[in-house]
């Protein structure tokens, strides 16, 4: 997750890869992603893996997947992780990605997990969510 900007946000990462590996990673699909006109295509051949990014204002959400893996259950699955923020935030936006990243990857871990979808109910995912935030009170 990226803002406009080339600022990264988030990310999340399902294999083994070295610091300073991901941050070469990171960096050359910011610059690739970013260059990209807003008519194109959302999947792009990067390297040996597909990449599905798809921008809500601001933010870019972006993953970066195996070649066996379905381009376009990963842009839904991008569009329900964006559903769910805003369902917790109110209408998201980069302050609060920013101010409760925390919270943020809470969110992304109830919802998926070493790389899987877990639940794909919105209304499931948000009662956990809301459960943790009672323990924390």
Wanted: net charge neutral; proline share 1%; with cysteine.
């Amino acid at each position: 997750l990226f803002s406009r900007q080339g600022k990264l946000r988030l990310q999340k990462w399902y294999l083994a890869t070295a610091d300073k590996d991901k941050k070469k990673m990171v960096r050359e699909l910011m610059q690739v992603v970013l260059a990209r006109k807003p008519k194109m295509c959302s999947f792009l051949e990067w390297r040996d893996l597909k990449v599905v990014y798809k921008r809500y204002a601001s933010l870019y959400f972006c993953c970066a997947i195996e070649g066996q893996d379905n381009e376009l259950i990963t842009l839904e699955l991008i569009h329900r992780y964006v559903e769910l923020l805003d369902k917790y935030f109110g209408s998201v936006c980069e302050l609060d990605i920013i101010f409760n990243f925390e919270k943020a990857y809470f969110i992304l871990d109830e919802f998926v997990m070493g790389g899987e979808i877990q639940d794909t109910s919105k209304k499931s995912v948000l009662k956990a969510i809301e459960q943790a935030d009672l323990l924390q009170e």
